[in-house]
């Protein structure tokens, strides 16, 4: 039975596939203005998908770039203070792919070179390959007096970027300082973003300056000398696993202190890019393709419904001489794939210039700041299918309306929705304005999906617009200044203050004290020669280890003394500042630091308002002789490898009991921006002194007269560029500017991206009101031929077109209160340099141009297809 049913579809099966695609090509080419429209409107779906992959790709790679730079290189792992022994057993191991050695040597003692420090190394060519270092002129180290340096070095050194300079350099091989000539052999592009340079010596020049060192760490913790081994697995996945089983089974431990045990580290940038760190990104990123989905199929889908309404008599005939509904559906698709053909090309390509142009935008403020356009393949062919998809899937729901449609139904129908009527009795006849009102009704679907498509647009116009006046100026340029200039050594700002050699210079202070433009300003001060600690009794958390403490011993203490102007404008969070009761000496302040959103950390307070606090001055610390060696963590072990409880023994001299006054905020301007204390203490400058005369000026603070922060700003630019270049400053005004910029950003590649959708959604509008009034061609000429004239017909499409923008308006402006309040606030919260702010205007503005454009584009559309007489028209209605 089942072979004669096959027998029968077989005799009825034609081979017709030609005649089809026959079809579909005469009716694509017979429709070139709705070709037009959906080509332009794939186009624009297309350029979508590809910026947002474009972007995407281009920013996950530039910021794995920069996480590398600033990570130290793409090594995954590094073997840190191995010796040659060590460093020749542990990188034979199976699981490395390619290892790369460094041999740290020292650092360059060069006051020209404190705003920017350089390190000296030797780099196989392997680890110069994974730490970034491509020579742009010149050759790697190979005799004893060749050195290779970054063009920035060069410069500060006054040095042409020239092989065959000479180079004369002090070199702190920590042990000495010692002078050493070198010839340039190469050159580097040095990044401006790092603070640090690295200069390449050669493997001889390690033999002969550093003979022996480096070679037991255990005993002498001497890195100089020492072998870092950068270690590339064959992928990325479980690093830290990789890298323990290499030192285990080279017969190494995992644990430091052990006698044998290995220092290692693992990339983090590997780590940060790893899935659970990325899903905010990966979440983005399917929001945005559902986004530009939903926006690609209402306006493809507008165009296809509209298209086979229009042509619904001509699908009814197709079915009268035997056509069936999937080859019905067979002509719209290949109409539709004809129409990719030429949009995702132009799409692609168009995209993809609009996605490198704006990534430099978009990463000059993450770390390093350098762009790293992504050409994979996989962005076109991402781009390119869900375009497709977006077409294929927006053709669907027309093409099965059109396939089901009998030949009966297709001569009867007029595109007024099933069910649709309004039986009025009026005695005044019908106004324009309500006949434009009820024509929006005959078809319901399309209307809603033109007002939709328009909706969107504008809702995240003013989503970003909103999100850009949430930028609060003041929470960003507070985090990391509270006054109009600070002024530091060089090494302040890159948090390596050392109160000995790295105080404000004190001509600096007079100069700037001297200007027209100068309205006040004072020094943090902090102490030399003497350890000062607070006495605390308790257990206490010290970088995630519970210690304890009694009255014997002294808790690690940070001391600042301020002058009146600092102490005056200090963010006093809890208690209060008499500046007179304060400054008798017998008063502490209390500084806490605050979490990412401005919310002060209470919980690390150790002492409360009004508690009894001794400040003892170390004098000697007497270590136990039993202690072998102390770890990292400050741990201490004896010979056997147990650890010592109590290492050491304070002997403390003088003591003074203060009463605390009040906590203050620790900001970016008040503190040494290093961490280690437990407590940290502000008292007046003059108290400090009772402890050491020596006291340094760690940084100053200044403000300028209003109007005038310009004439400052160019004094302190000219001292510390051409004066003492060891003494640099930051100013409100500077990250104003970062600000400003941060946040044009934004409006820039976030309005671009809107005017591509709202584009769109005018796009629709434009089809959807064009197609109504062809195919209400028979419609108008019976109106006209009844007494309508053409002035009132025009007027009742202005009307129908301002419906559609106020429509639209309303619903825009709904739909952006629901999520300014929801999505837009909870983002703000979560973001500690946004405050939210609602702003409707930009929507308000928008609307406005909406109603004249819905107003103008009816009436263009009408003067482009009603060029024919009242007769000519009733006649192609039939």
């Not at 550093?210 to 037991?216: K, M, N, T, V």
């Not at 009742?796 to 999505?823: D, K, N, P, Q, R």
């Not at 609307?847 to 263009?860: D, E, G, Q």
């Amino acid at each position: 039975m089942v072979y004669w049913l096959r027998q029968v579809r077989l005799m009825f099966k034609v081979q017709n596939t030609k005649a089809i695609r026959n079809l579909a090509k005469k009716n694509y080419e017979s429709n070139k203005k709705r070709n037009r429209t959906a080509i332009i409107a794939i186009t624009l779906t297309t350029i979508l998908f590809t910026t947002l992959f474009t972007l995407g790709a281009g920013i996950i790679k530039s910021m794995e770039y920069n996480n590398m730079r600033m990570a130290g290189g793409a090594a995954h792992a590094s073997l840190k203070y191995l010796s040659e022994e060590e460093y020749q057993k542990l990188t034979k191991h199976p699981l490395i792919d390619k290892v790369g050695k460094c041999i740290y040597v020292g650092t360059v003692a060069d006051e020209t070179l404190v705003k920017r420090p350089v390190e000296i190394d030797y780099y196989d060519k392997v680890c110069a390959q994974l730490g970034f270092i491509e020579l742009k002129k010149g050759t790697f180290p190979r005799d004893k007096n060749h050195i290779v340096l970054d063009d920035l070095t060069l410069q500060r050194l006054g040095i042409t970027p020239k092989v065959g300079e000479k180079v004369s350099l002090d070199i702190d091989f920590n042990d000495r300082i010692e002078t050493v000539d070198f010839i340039l052999s190469g050159w580097y592009e040095g990044e401006p973003a790092f603070t640090v340079g690295i200069g390449l010596v050669s493997e001889s020049f390690v033999k002969a300056y550093l003979p022996g060192r480096g070679q037991a760490y255990k005993k002498d913790f001497d890195i100089n000398g020492s072998i870092r081994a950068d270690l590339y697995f064959n992928n990325s996945k479980d690093i830290e696993g990789n890298v323990q089983k290499v030192i285990t089974d080279s017969g190494y431990a995992i644990e430091e202190n052990a006698d044998n045990g290995i220092h290692y580290g693992v990339n983090w940038s590997y780590m940060s890019a790893s899935l659970d760190n990325n899903i905010g990104s990966i979440v983005a990123v399917v929001l945005g393709i559902v986004l530009i989905m939903l926006t690609g199929y209402l306006i493809i889908y507008n165009i296809f419904q509209i298209s086979v309404i229009k042509e619904i008599r001509f699908y009814g005939l197709l079915k009268t001489i035997g056509t069936t509904g999937r080859q019905i559906k067979s002509i719209i698709k290949q109409e539709a794939l004809k129409m990719c053909l030429w949009g995702i090309p132009m799409g692609l390509i168009l995209g993809f210039g609009l996605g490198a142009l704006f990534l430099p935008l978009l990463t000059a403020h993450m770390n390093g700041g350098k762009s790293s356009l992504n050409f994979s393949p996989m962005i076109f062919i991402g781009s390119a299918l869900f375009a497709m998809a977006t077409v294929l899937l927006s053709c669907n729901k027309p093409a099965k309306a059109a396939a089901k449609i009998t030949p009966v139904e297709a001569v009867k129908f007029s595109g007024v929705d099933q069910g649709y009527t309004k039986k009025q009795k009026r005695t005044n006849g019908s106004k324009l304005y309500q006949m434009a009102f009820a024509n929006l009704g005959r078809n319901r679907k399309r209307t809603v999906i033109a007002v939709i498509s328009m909706s969107l647009s504008l809702v995240l116009m003013n989503a970003v617009f909103c999100l850009a006046n949430s930028f609060d100026m003041n929470k960003f340029v507070s985090k990391f200044i509270d006054c109009d200039f600070q002024v530091a050594h060089a090494s302040y700002f890159s948090n390596d203050y050392l109160q000995e050699q790295k105080e404000v210079d004190g001509e600096l202070v007079a100069m700037l004290e001297a200007q027209p433009a100068f309205a006040g300003g004072g020094g943090v001060y902090t102490p030399m020669g003497v350890d000062i600690r607070a006495e605390y009794e308790g257990e206490v958390t010290y970088y995630g280890q519970q210690m304890h403490f009694d009255k014997t011993q002294g808790i690690y203490t940070g001391i600042y003394a301020m002058d009146d102007f600092n102490l005056e404008n200090l963010d006093i969070v809890k208690g209060e500042l008499d500046l007179e009761k304060f400054k008798s000496g017998n008063y502490l302040l209390l500084g806490l630091m605050d979490d990412d959103y401005g919310n002060i950390v209470y919980d690390e307070a150790l002492y409360d308002i009004g508690d009894k606090v001794k400040l003892k001055v170390l004098e000697e610390t007497i270590t136990d002789p039993n202690v072998s060696y102390f770890d990292e963590a400050g741990v201490a072990y004896d010979k056997e490898g147990k650890v010592i409880k109590q290492p050491t023994t304070e002997v403390y001299g003088r003591e003074k009991e203060y009463e605390i006054m009040g906590f203050y905020r620790m900001t970016y301007t008040n503190t040494s921006r290093t961490y280690g204390d437990l407590v940290t203490f502000a008292m007046p400058v003059e108290e400090l002194k009772t402890y050491t005369p020596q006291i340094s000026r760690m940084t100053y603070l200044c403000e300028s007269i209003d109007g005038e922060e310009s004439q400052i700003e160019l004094f302190l630019k000219n001292y510390t560029e051409a004066v003492n270049q060891t003494m640099s400053y930051c100013s409100r005004e500077s990250y104003k500017q970062e600000f400003f910029e941060f946040r044009n950003v934004l409006v820039l590649v976030g309005g671009a991206l809107c005017l591509i959708i709202g584009l769109i959604g005018l796009l629709n509008f434009v089809n959807a009101m064009s197609t109504s009034i062809i195919a209400r061609q028979k419609e108008f000429a019976m109106l006209k031929s009844i007494g309508m004239t053409k002035k009132q017909l025009l007027s009742m499409l202005t009307f129908e077109g301002i419906y559609y923008a106020v429509y639209t308006s309303i619903v825009s402006i709904v739909i952006t209160l629901l999520v300014s309040y929801t999505v837009l606030k909870s983002l703000t919260k979560a973001m500690w340099f946004l405050s939210f702010e609602l702003t409707l205007a930009p929507l308000l503005i928008a609307c406005t141009l909406l109603v004249i454009l819905t107003a103008i584009i009816p009436r263009w559309s009408y003067h482009t297809n009603h060029k024919k007489s009242i007769v000519e028209e009733l006649k192609d209605g039939e």
